[in-house]
């Protein structure tokens, strides 16, 4: 098989202890390089990872003609800029959640896709799982009746400064940490966009960071609402209610790759065989553009993503819906 060749963006750790080896298991991704602007780091990460080059920039591995595909894991507000140049050089680009800032910068995108014919794709591996793929079948199929309301929690406990997701003006915060799935599962089970969104924001006093978040977006056949914070104990848990039944998500974000994933219907619990979220993440992207075909999630659908962001963040101030 030809396998793509992929570069890795940097040596966060989410690439190095999660996507790095799942990709490296599938058999449509090989990982080629990867770089850091700390060259020691690059070197270190490419002799534990077994990856033959390493690179002291970001500039350099774009630079490397024989990299195909690069998956960008930078903090939230270098995904753009690099995403752009990483385009610009020729590379496809698998980008880390949330893709951007805000919508205005996601739509950039847009531009450069078309203008170098390179796919971008943002990193929402939970939309491949098979958990959530047969959650969603059996909503489709009428299996709990009309789904009229989604309900989520998704919260952990985090309050180190020094942690990026800690700093506001890099993209920092509940919302767009994590909030974004509660988002992008709601719209993508909906098949729809929210036709108006609630938002109410706590932020923290030192930092400027949302810490609890909780979000109602109203569409056309029901509701979703979630809440989501970095100041509380580790929990995660979806739940769709139908006219007849439910379907609870137990471990929705998170799945594990070393043990069966699991559902509730009703009353009844459906097992998922062990798998490997970024994997199957890698495998779908690097098979659509083997193949020439359409990738798993189009990139229109993350811009959408950031307009249901920026109104749960406009709400919080105005205190009021915000039209979709």
């Given at each position: 098989m030809n396998k793509v060749r992929w570069g890795i963006l940097s040596t966060a750790n989410i690439a190095l202890a999660k996507v790095?080896?799942?990709?490296?298991?599938?058999?449509?991704?090989?990982?080629?390089?990867?770089?850091?602007?700390?060259?020691?780091?690059a070197q270190r990460a490419a002799a534990d990872l077994n990856i033959p080059n390493a690179y002291g920039s970001y500039e350099q591995l774009l630079a490397d003609n024989t990299v195909e595909a690069?998956?960008?894991p930078l903090p939230n507000h270098l995904h753009v800029p690099w995403t752009v140049q990483a385009a610009e050089?020729?590379?496809?680009?698998?980008?880390?959640?949330?893709?951007?800032?805000?919508?205005?910068?996601?739509?950039?995108?847009?531009?450069v896709r078309d203008r170098t014919g390179m796919r971008i794709q943002e990193a929402f591996m939970v939309r491949t799982h098979p958990q959530w793929l047969e959650t969603r079948r059996l909503i489709r199929t009428g299996r709990i009746g009309s789904l009229r309301s989604i309900t989520c929690f998704f919260s952990y406990f985090n309050p180190d400064p020094a942690n990026i997701r800690n700093h506001l003006e890099f993209g920092g915060g509940a919302l767009m940490d994590?909030?974004?799935?509660?988002?992008?599962?709601?719209?993508?089970?909906?098949?729809?966009?929210?036709?108006?969104?609630?938002?109410?924001?706590?932020?923290?006093?030192?930092?400027?960071?949302?810490?609890?978040?909780?979000a109602v977006l109203e569409f056309s056949e029901g509701h979703s609402t979630f809440t989501c914070s970095t100041r509380l104990a580790p929990y995660q848990r979806m739940i769709f209610h139908g006219t007849?039944?439910?379907?609870?998500?137990?471990?929705?974000?998170?799945?594990?790759?070393?043990?069966?994933?699991?559902?509730?219907?009703?009353d009844e619990l459906i097992d998922f065989p062990v798998c490997?979220?970024?994997?199957?993440?890698?495998?779908?992207?690097?098979?659509?553009?083997?193949?020439?075909?359409?990738q798993p999630i189009p990139l229109e659908d993350a811009i959408n993503n950031m307009v249901v962001i920026d109104a749960v963040f406009k709400s919080a101030i105005s205190s009021a819906f915000i039209r979709g």
């Open positions: 790095i080896p799942a990709m490296q298991r599938s058999p449509w991704c090989e990982i080629t390089a990867i770089a850091s602007r700390d060259l020691s780091k690069i998956y960008n050089a020729g590379k496809h680009v698998l980008c880390e959640k949330p893709i951007a800032l805000n919508a205005t910068e996601a739509r950039a995108l847009i531009d994590i909030g974004c799935y509660p988002i992008t599962i709601s719209r993508w089970i909906y098949d729809a966009e929210p036709q108006r969104v609630l938002g109410l924001i706590e932020r923290d006093a030192v930092f400027g960071t949302d810490t609890l978040t909780t007849e039944g439910r379907i609870e998500v137990l471990i929705p974000f998170n799945a594990p790759n070393d043990q069966l994933t699991q559902i509730l219907l009703n490997d979220q970024y994997e199957i993440q890698g495998s779908l992207f690097s098979q659509a553009l083997r193949e020439n075909r359409e």
